[in-house]
């Protein structure tokens, strides 16, 4: 527009934009032999994108199906589909009490990344103090630390203090790559939550406390299911601290129990049995990403819409 | 006399103001104490006890040798063909994984972003490879690219890829698995992230070009890229930072046979199968290193975020 340089009467001008204006629009009304094409490319996309991300899931149902000769054909359909697999599996005591140990480690570091979570949220959102950015950008860089860096030293730790191979030594650095996150999207919940509504409590005569609970706790409630939601994601997911801080099915996570159903007969893998725990143990996050879908994604894009 | 009343208020104001400062504050440490006692404790704590580690030499294997070793583990590692087989190996996946997760988010962002009916399912059906675990999705393609069983080498046999391969067991072609798996489990994050980014661009910015004549392509190129950008480096720079740290999907793949030892799976083995916790620490100090770098750059790109939750409203 700016280039078009000379000197341009104001007259011309919107004239030349009154044509320009006619032109878009015939361009949009064009035919009705190039209509289709948009919807269908769009359709195209939107099917194309269903079966990238479902199949690979699709296709480790169908293996979790197969059973002994099955398991060296590559067909889409199971010839003689059997539950044999989830039903060995479920009679592996290893693997039960891997789930076990998985849904206890997994409840207890979320609660308790609610509970320590909003405290330093609401003093964040809420309260006057000095250094906050300091404070924020050293705690959101915990978040990016390398589990590695700090699987030596705390595996060292945990086998002098007898925390090595248990639900606590877990449940610790657990909730500490957890808080950054669940700190951060409450935070910016609790900031949505208009300032009067605790000041009217606070005048009221209501203690910081009684504020946070009644006011602000229950409006907050959807920041804590989205944080929660990720914070039990991440320690139902996570892999190579349990791998480094675990020795046996008494602490054993889903995750290592998986990996090692793999590791341990390296040359007969029972990927059927692999196969059928690997189903087991994704069904539950599939059914919450199914339930709470616009919970996750306002948690997930919470740090990056803002830019 | 509302001048007097008006003075009255602020006069109160201040003094509420102050007096509840000094509350505001004990309340504060309060609040953010257990846990900035949990960070402390078992982040940056453990942190410094590895740099300390990493100058001693010291196994589990022999609990009664220990020395100071100065920076014997550092050189031991720069010599090491180990360490820079990991190097690159790391740096290539998250090249290749973070570049193929761009251009692929980014197209299922545009096209979510165009159809209006189904967004809400097609957010759901694309959230479904994001919940899958790393480790499960590792399994996954393992299954799909098992010589007999998997479907992936017959079907890229057909158009002429890969002939007589086994994927997993050759190099090259094993990174290339463990990208694919990558990219699957992660491109959904990077389009929603980027779909977020996309719906905050104004219509009218559109509807202006359009009357101005602007095609389709010039109005990708001159509106969309530039207003995405910061969704765009947000989202690069958050996979950046995961994929240097990646150990589920070569753990499983490959065990880091065949090319694809990454920073974090080396550090891991040597720590917990040859038990050398202050060679390990190297590595793991190492890796952090290479990390934090990254971060930085992170930290300074979402620091106008921050600050915006740092500032009292």
């Known amino acids: 527009m700016e280039a078009s340089g000379g000197v341009v009467t104001p007259g011309t001008d919107v004239r030349q934009k009154e044509k320009e204006r006619e032109e878009a629009r015939a361009l949009e009304r ?78 207890i570091t979320t609660i308790l990344a609610l509970i320590v979570g909003s405290f330093a949220a609401y003093a964040l959102a809420r309260l006057r103090f000095p250094r906050k950015f300091l404070l924020l950008a050293v705690i959101l ?61 606070l005048v009221d005569g209501a203690t910081y406390f009684q504020a ?96 | 006399m509302e001048a007097a009343t008006a003075r009255l208020g602020r006069g109160r104001r201040r003094k509420r103001e102050k007096s509840y400062g000094s509350e505001e504050r004990r309340l504060a440490t309060l609040l ?22 990493s100058l001693t030499e010291y196994s589990l294997r022999e609990p009664g040798k220990w020395r100071f070793a100065g920076f014997d583990n550092y050189t031991e590692a720069f010599g090491s063909t180990e360490f820079w087989g990991a190097v690159k190996n790391t740096f290539l996946f998250t090249g290749l994984s973070v570049s ?46 098992e010589p007999n069983l998997g479907l992936a080498p017959t079907v890229l046999e057909k158009i002429g890829i890969g002939e ?26 990077m389009a929603l992230l980027l779909l977020a980014g996309l719906q905050v661009i104004p219509d009218d910015v559109y509807d202006a070009a359009k009357v ?14 530039p207003l995405l950008m910061p969704a765009i480096l947000v989202a690069l720079i958050f996979r950046t930072l995961d994929a240097l740290r990646i150990f589920d999907l070569p753990f499983v793949l490959t065990g880091g046979t065949n090319g ?18 202050g060679y390990g620490s190297a590595l793991s100090v190492l890796t952090f290193v290479i990390v934090m770098g990254v971060s930085f750059i992170y930290i300074r790109t979402v620091g106008g975020n921050i600050k915006s939750l740092a500032e009292d409203t």
């Not at chain 2, 798996?181 to 992660?186: I, L």
């Open chain 2, 164 to 189: 007589n391969v086994v994927w997993l067991g050759q190099e090259g072609y094993a990174m290339a698995v463990m990208v694919l798996a990558d990219v699957w489990k992660t491109a959904p994050f």
């Open chain 1, 212 to 307: 946070f609970r009644k006011v602000i706790l229950p409006l907050a409630a959807p920041g804590l299911v989205t944080a929660g939601l990720l914070t039990a994601f991440f320690v139902w997911n996570e892999f190579l601290l349990a791998q480094t801080l675990t020795s046996s099915p008494k602490a054993f996570t889903v995750p290592v129990s998986v990996a090692n159903f793999t590791g341990s007969q390296k040359f007969e893998i029972p990927l059927g049995t692999i196969s059928a725990a690997s189903v087991v143990i994704t069904i539950p996050l599939v059914l919450a990403v199914i339930i709470f879908q616009k919970r996750i994604v306002a948690g997930l894009t919470a740090g990056a819409v803002k830019g």
């Open chain 2, 32 to 53: 953010l104490s257990p846990a900035m006692v949990v960070i402390a404790l078992v982040a940056a704590y453990p942190i410094g006890y590895a740099v300390w580690l």
């Open chain 2, 212 to 225: 101005d004549g602007a095609t389709t392509w010039q109005r990708f190129r001159r509106i969309t890229i």
């Open chain 2, 100 to 145: 193929l997760e761009l251009v692929i988010g980014l197209g299922m962002a545009l096209a979510m972003h165009a159809a209006f009916k189904g967004r809400g399912l097609l957010r759901t059906v694309v959230l479904v490879p994001w919940a899958v675990l790393t480790v499960v999705s590792a399994i996954t393609w393992r299954t799909l690219f």
């Open chain 1, 30 to 107: 064009r035919g009705p032999g190039r209509r289709w094409i948009r919807p269908l490319l769009m359709w195209l996309a939107v099917v194309l994108i269903c079966i990238f991300c479902l199949f690979p899931f699709y296709w480790l149902i169908n293996v979790s199906l197969k059973t002994g000769s099955d398991l060296s054909q590559s067909d889409l359909l199971p010839p003689s589909p059997t539950l044999d697999n989830y039903d060995s599996i479920f009679k592996n005591g290893d693997f039960t009490s891997a789930l076990r140990n998985s849904v206890i480690v997994t409840s």
């Open chain 1, 141 to 201: 860089s915990i978040s990016t630390f390398p589990p590695i860096a700090i699987a030596a030293p705390i595996f060292k730790l945990w086998t002098e203090i007898g925390f090595y191979d248990t639900y606590i030594g877990l449940i610790l650095p657990y909730l500490t790559f957890a808080l950054p996150l669940a700190i951060y999207i409450l935070t910016s919940f609790f900031k949505e939550i208009p300032k009067e509504l605790e000041e009217a409590a």
């Open chain 2, 260 to 277: 694809t030892s990454t920073l974090s799976l080396i550090a891991q083995q040597e720590l917990t199968t040859n038990n050398l916790i």
